[in-house]
């Protein structure tokens, strides 16, 4: 690989993050002084008390990133995976020179721009031609290249009526289109995305895609962040997928894929307890799901099959309820469970006193790869929601007889009788 | 960031600094719109938010002018170099106020924007440099009522007026120096926010606003200078209304003082910036 092909050459990248500076980020003077005092002798008094093991327990310091070293070359599209604090978004802030590394170096070959958060910037006062000014030159741009760019932003964002009203008194939708317009038509050489697309409607968030698609075949270098592993599969033709901010698995996007759901359903059960990305009161955890084929080989689900639902909570509390919800490669909604709705079906205390069992005949669902998230409720409040408590994974089956196969777009199929004239 | 050809693109480094950092001014100047647009938000905000607008550049100078003449200037006294004391208070409110206007608003604009340190990269000295500028355009509208109340009193300046753009310049520097260190302080000791208005108090008894410095002996008259803002408030008096004390070398101090601010603050900033996004 000649050098002039490579856009981003990063080496042995880490950062280190002391976790006092991640609980309280900034300090009191007093603190500060109390703190430069104090230490010393706490530390010597945890060594005398036996409590550390060796001197790099005492910095209590945890490496978000640690020894991440990749190439990228220029028009390449490469998706970056991983669970929530794997470090992907800290490898984009480093990469976006926000924060710098603790150790290693990364050389970037051309003009970077980073959509890390639509928006910022933003201000509320100001009209939406106003921002559109100010958003650009903070991103990067020229005031010329805003000119020559301000009605195609503007087009993109399709809020021509209310360019002249202050962002303020924007819907939601409409400032978020605005926004991301504004990010998309920064045209860099190389382009950082971290999740933007989890915000505004369906049909934006494919204009959004499309637009995206665009700078990729633009022969631009993409560095793409996302949980949606649909979106990173037609985005990407390679991956890298981190794990503890460490390089797991580097390669063509399609096995990097594999890899992660796999490690995420082997994970399943035991690491429900040790997630963290958890709302609500917490009372009362999911600790299990488990999903199984009630026909054939129970780690195969498929269209038209029985299939069950098994979530384990890790205690009773009163008014115990539980829901769970279905969604799609691009996060769309598709089903819902509740196990309050009661019907007369449903029985109570046949598994215990902690356990839910869903059973599902037939699963209408197409061929594919979905999200589950769960959400625990007592007392009628939120207990516990974790999204994407687990994933499943659908193959082909027959419903009434007929074969459903996968859908471009589809994801649900009904059982049906067609009525069609007559053959001659 | 300049257009390149693409055989050639960009090449930026990125790896952790140690230790003193160079100030890397070529970079800010790539950047130089967006202190416009920085500049130009805060202008548009601030008076579009406000019922009275421009005026508040101007209520803020006089009523302190006007207070200061009846306690200082009535009641107490004060000498005032012989000239009317509303126009000698006034004089040096004008540039003070814009010191302290930049100073305060300076301090506080990192804080003020954590959201897009978290988010976006740029200079970070954009930041309180474009804040402490914004403060031209008020201080400009001040001046004009200021020259309004020499022709009110019959004054005409003198051919020292050609040295006031040097001497607001002198009161930017030290307004930004002084924001550059708090300003990163700020970002990591919130106790900062609090003594901003502190220090902007006891600065302002420390300037020779509502007195004259003639009344102090040389040298220390001299040493006085030490405090920039001295030779800006005295500088503003002699340059506009003709005060006899001949300034120079409490001004060149006063120079050589706000230079020595400036560049330790801009030091200082460089060093502090680079776990900002991390403690912001």
Same mark, same amino acid.
Request: charged residues 20%.
């Given at each position: 690989?000649?050098?002039?092909?490579?856009?981003?050459?990063?080496?042995?990248?880490?950062?280190?993050?002391? +976790?006092?500076?991640?609980?309280?980020?900034?300090?009191?003077?007093?603190?500060?002084? *109390?703190?430069?005092?104090?230490?010393?002798?706490?530390?010597?008094?945890?060594?005398?008390?036996?409590?550390?093991?060796?001197?790099?327990?005492?910095?209590?310091?945890?490496? *978000?990133?640690?020894?991440?070293?990749?190439?990228?070359?220029?028009?390449?599209?490469?998706?970056?995976?991983?669970?929530?604090?794997?470090?992907?978004?800290?490898?984009?802030?480093?990469?976006?020179?926000?924060?710098?590394?603790?150790?290693?170096?990364?050389?970037?070959?051309?003009?970077?721009?980073?959509?890390?958060?639509?928006?910022?910037?933003?201000?509320?006062?100001?009209?939406?031609?106003?921002?559109?000014?100010?958003?650009?030159? +903070?991103?990067?741009?020229?005031?010329?290249?805003?000119?020559?760019?301000?009605?195609?932003?503007?087009?993109?964002?399709?809020?021509?009526?209310?360019?002249?009203?202050?962002?303020?008194?924007?819907?939601?939708?409409?400032?978020?289109?605005? *926004?991301?317009?504004?990010?998309?038509?920064?045209?860099?050489?190389?382009?950082? #995305?971290?999740?933007?697309?989890?915000?505004?409607?369906?049909?934006?968030?494919?204009?959004?895609?499309?637009?995206?698609?665009?700078?990729?075949?633009?022969?631009?270098? !993409?560095?793409?962040?996302?949980?949606?592993?649909?979106?990173?599969?037609?985005?990407?033709?390679?991956?890298?997928?981190?794990?503890?901010?460490? #390089?797991?698995?580097?390669?063509?996007?399609?096995?990097?894929?594999?890899?992660?759901?796999?490690?995420?359903?082997?994970?399943?059960?035991?690491?429900?307890?040790?997630?963290?990305?958890?709302?609500?009161?917490?009372?009362?955890?999911?600790?299990?799901?488990? #999903?199984?084929?009630?026909?054939?080989?129970?780690?195969?689900?498929?269209?038209?099959?029985? #299939?069950?639902?098994?979530?384990? !909570?890790?205690?009773?509390?009163?008014?115990?309820?539980?829901?769970?919800?279905?969604?799609?490669?691009?996060?769309? *909604?598709?089903?819902?469970?509740?196990?309050?709705?009661?019907?007369?079906?449903?029985?109570?205390?046949?598994?215990?006193?902690?356990?839910? !069992?869903?059973?599902?005949?037939?699963?209408?669902?197409?061929?594919?790869?979905?999200?589950?998230?769960?959400?625990?409720?007592?007392?009628?409040?939120?207990?516990?929601?974790?999204?994407?408590?687990?994933?499943?994974?659908?193959?082909?089956?027959? !419903?009434?007889?007929?074969?459903?196969?996968?859908?471009?777009?589809?994801?649900?199929?009904?059982?049906?009788?067609?009525?069609?004239?007559?053959?001659? | 960031?300049?257009?390149?050809?693409?055989?050639?693109?960009?090449?930026?480094?990125?790896?952790?600094?140690?230790?003193?950092?160079?100030?890397?001014?070529?970079?800010?100047?790539?950047?130089?719109?967006? $202190?416009?647009?920085?500049?130009?938000?805060?202008?548009?905000?601030?008076?579009?938010?406000?019922?009275?607008?421009?005026?508040?550049?101007? /209520?803020?100078?006089?009523?302190? =002018?006007?207070?200061?003449?009846?306690?200082?200037?009535?009641?107490?006294?004060?000498?005032?170099?012989?000239?009317?004391?509303?126009?000698?208070? $006034?004089?040096?409110?004008?540039?003070?106020?814009?010191?302290?206007?930049?100073?305060?608003?300076?301090?506080?604009?990192?804080?003020?924007?954590?959201?897009? /340190?978290?988010?976006?990269?740029?200079?970070?000295?954009?930041?309180?440099?474009?804040?402490?500028?914004?403060?031209?355009?008020? $201080?400009?509208?001040?001046?004009?009522?200021?020259?309004? =109340?020499?022709?009110?009193?019959?004054?005409?300046?003198?051919?020292?007026?050609?040295? /006031?753009?040097?001497?607001?310049?002198?009161?930017?520097?030290?307004?930004?120096?002084?924001?550059? @260190?708090?300003?990163?302080?700020?970002?990591?000791?919130?106790?900062?926010?609090?003594?901003?208005?502190?220090?902007?108090?006891? @600065?302002?008894?420390?300037?020779?606003?509502?007195?004259?410095?003639?009344?102090?002996?040389?040298?220390?008259?001299?040493?006085?200078?030490?405090?920039?803002?001295?030779?800006?408030?005295?500088?503003?008096? @002699?340059?506009?209304?003709?005060?006899?004390?001949?300034?120079?070398?409490?001004?060149?101090?006063?120079?050589?003082?706000?230079?020595?601010?400036?560049?330790?603050?801009?030091?200082?900033?460089?060093?502090?910036?680079?776990?900002?996004?991390?403690?912001?």
């Amino acid at each position: 690989m000649r050098m002039t092909d490579i856009a981003i050459h990063a080496e042995n990248l880490g950062k280190e993050y002391h +976790i006092g500076s991640l609980q309280k980020t900034y300090k009191r003077f007093g603190d500060a002084l *109390a703190d430069s005092v104090a230490t010393p002798f706490r530390r010597a008094a945890r060594l005398l008390r036996g409590r550390a093991g060796s001197a790099a327990d005492l910095d209590e310091a945890i490496w *978000a990133l640690e020894g991440v070293s990749f190439d990228i070359r220029h028009g390449e599209a490469v998706g970056v995976i991983g669970r929530n604090g794997a470090g992907k978004s800290t490898l984009l802030k480093i990469l976006s020179r926000i924060t710098e590394p603790t150790t290693g170096f990364a050389d970037i070959y051309g003009r970077v721009g980073a959509l890390l958060e639509v928006g910022t910037g933003f201000h509320p006062e100001l009209t939406g031609r106003e921002n559109i000014f100010l958003n650009g030159a +903070i991103l990067g741009m020229r005031k010329r290249e805003i000119q020559r760019k301000f009605d195609e932003i503007v087009a993109f964002a399709e809020i021509d009526r209310f360019i002249d009203t202050p962002v303020k008194h924007y819907s939601s939708g409409m400032y978020v289109r605005l *926004a991301f317009s504004v990010a998309a038509h920064l045209e860099p050489e190389i382009l950082l #995305v971290d999740e933007v697309l989890a915000v505004g409607d369906v049909a934006f968030q494919r204009k959004c895609l499309g637009k995206m698609d665009d700078v990729a075949r633009a022969g631009r270098t !993409v560095l793409f962040v996302s949980h949606n592993m649909g979106l990173m599969q037609t985005f990407c033709e390679r991956g890298i997928l981190l794990e503890h901010g460490r #390089v797991a698995c580097d390669g063509p996007i399609k096995d990097v894929v594999d890899v992660y759901l796999s490690s995420i359903e082997q994970r399943g059960v035991q690491d429900l307890a040790t997630r963290t990305d958890r709302r609500g009161l917490g009372d009362v955890r999911l600790v299990g799901v488990e #999903v199984k084929a009630l026909n054939g080989a129970p780690a195969v689900l498929k269209t038209g099959e029985p #299939v069950q639902f098994t979530f384990q !909570v890790d205690r009773r509390v009163p008014g115990l309820d539980m829901n769970f919800s279905i969604f799609d490669q691009i996060g769309q *909604a598709i089903v819902q469970f509740k196990s309050k709705d009661r019907a007369p079906q449903d029985v109570s205390g046949g598994v215990g006193d902690r356990t839910f !069992v869903c059973e599902i005949d037939p699963l209408l669902l197409l061929p594919g790869r979905y999200r589950v998230d769960v959400g625990i409720i007592g007392d009628n409040r939120m207990q516990d929601y974790i999204e994407a408590a687990t994933y499943i994974e659908v193959a082909e089956g027959f !419903v009434d007889g007929r074969l459903e196969g996968q859908k471009n777009k589809f994801n649900l199929t009904i059982p049906h009788r067609w009525i069609r004239p007559e053959s001659e | 960031m300049e257009k390149s050809p693409s055989m050639t693109p960009i090449h930026t480094r990125i790896e952790p600094s140690k230790g003193w950092v160079s100030l890397n001014l070529r970079e800010l100047w790539n950047y130089r719109e967006l $202190f416009y647009f920085f500049i130009w938000r805060d202008l548009k905000v601030r008076y579009r938010q406000t019922i009275l607008g421009v005026a508040w550049a101007v /209520l803020q100078p006089f009523m302190t =002018m006007v207070i200061f003449s009846i306690f200082f200037g009535r009641l107490a006294q004060v000498d005032s170099d012989g000239l009317p004391y509303p126009i000698f208070s $006034f004089a040096a409110l004008v540039p003070w106020n814009f010191f302290s206007g930049a100073l305060i608003s300076g301090s506080n604009s990192l804080i003020g924007n954590a959201n897009m /340190l978290k988010k976006i990269y740029f200079p970070r000295m954009t930041m309180p440099i474009s804040t402490a500028l914004s403060g031209v355009v008020d $201080f400009g509208i001040a001046f004009i009522v200021l020259v309004g =109340m020499m022709v009110y009193y019959g004054y005409r300046p003198t051919g020292n007026v050609v040295w /006031l753009p040097l001497l607001l310049l002198l009161a930017l520097a030290t307004a930004l120096g002084v924001s550059l @260190w708090l300003s990163a302080l700020n970002v990591r000791f919130r106790d900062v926010r609090y003594t901003v208005p502190f220090i902007a108090q006891a @600065w302002l008894f420390a300037t020779p606003i509502a007195y004259s410095s003639s009344l102090l002996e040389e040298p220390w008259k001299t040493i006085y200078g030490l405090n920039p803002m001295v030779g800006v408030v005295e500088g503003f008096r @002699w340059a506009l209304l003709g005060t006899e004390t001949m300034p120079g070398p409490m001004v060149i101090v006063s120079t050589l003082a706000a230079l020595a601010i400036l560049v330790s603050g801009a030091y200082y900033f460089r060093r502090m910036e680079r776990d900002f996004a991390d403690v912001v």
